[in-house]
């Protein structure tokens, strides 16, 4: 079974800031997809950015950017110039190819300080 | 394109009544899977259909349970109500297609077990 970590409950930082939101998984599988999903008070999960296994190149949405280490299973988000529709729970989440559970972890809650 | 739509956005159940939840995915989508989203137990995965059969199942008991329909929209029911059962229901679409895999959630359904 798959399981994915974060270690930061809550962050806060600056507007215009740059923040890096933490994760790390386990998996056994050679094939797989990460994903960071957005949660705003809305309610509704919006995909932020997506990574899949097999390439090496980590992925880039405006500024929005991951740092992929497939051999530490850790997959951190970059956020650069932080605006304050950012504010978000966030979720890392974990899904094998050609399935389509995805396995989330617990997320971060970011704060945006105007 | 029409998002994903949950239906309703918010339910109050008395424990031991049973309830269904619907949700319509995006055009063209065969994939429809549910989530439950709980403070304690985060998001976890209930079941998941493509044209109409079951592919997945979380670790949930057998109160939970869902359908497909041949154009694609998905029911999910719970019987017997606890109070544990209070959460938010996320439905997420996908067209399973492999490497271009990705969800789309709707907005939930919250449940509320009185």
């Known amino acids: 079974a798959q399981t994915v970590t974060q270690s930061q409950p809550e962050m806060s930082v600056q507007e215009a800031e740059t923040v890096t939101l933490s994760c790390t998984y386990d998996?056994?599988?050679?094939?797989?997809?990460l994903f960071w999903y957005k949660q705003p008070p809305s309610r509704q999960m919006i995909l932020v950015i997506r990574?899949?296994?097999?390439?090496?190149q980590n992925a880039t949405e405006n500024r929005f950017s991951v740092n992929f280490q497939k051999a530490a299973k850790s997959f951190s988000l970059k956020i650069s110039d932080s605006q304050l529709g950012d504010t978000a729970m966030y979720f890392c989440?974990?899904?094998?190819?050609?399935?389509?559970?995805?396995?989330f972890g617990t997320g971060t809650r970011l704060t945006i300080i105007p | 394109k029409a998002g994903v739509t949950q239906t309703p956005r918010y339910l109050i159940k008395t424990r031991g009544q049973q309830v269904t939840l619907s949700c319509s995915p995006i055009?063209?989508?065969?994939?429809v899977s549910w989530y439950q989203q709980t403070p304690g137990q985060g998001l976890q995965f209930l079941f998941e259909?493509?044209?109409?059969?079951?592919?997945n199942k979380g670790n949930f008991p057998g109160r939970f349970s869902g359908r497909q329909f041949s154009n694609s929209r998905s029911e999910m029911n719970v019987s017997t109500l606890e109070l544990g059962d209070s959460a938010l229901y996320l439905c997420?679409?996908?067209?399973?297609?492999?490497?271009?895999?990705?969800?789309?959630f709707g907005q939930g359904t919250r449940l509320t077990v009185v």
């Open positions: 997420a679409s996908s067209t399973r297609s492999g490497t271009n895999t990705e969800a789309f």
């Open positions: 998996t056994s599988e050679n094939n797989y997809y």
């Open positions: 990574q899949e296994a097999y390439k090496q």
């Open positions: 989440a974990f899904l094998n190819f050609g399935n389509e559970k995805l396995t």
């Open positions: 055009s063209g989508h065969r994939s």
């Open positions: 259909y493509f044209s109409e059969t079951q592919r």
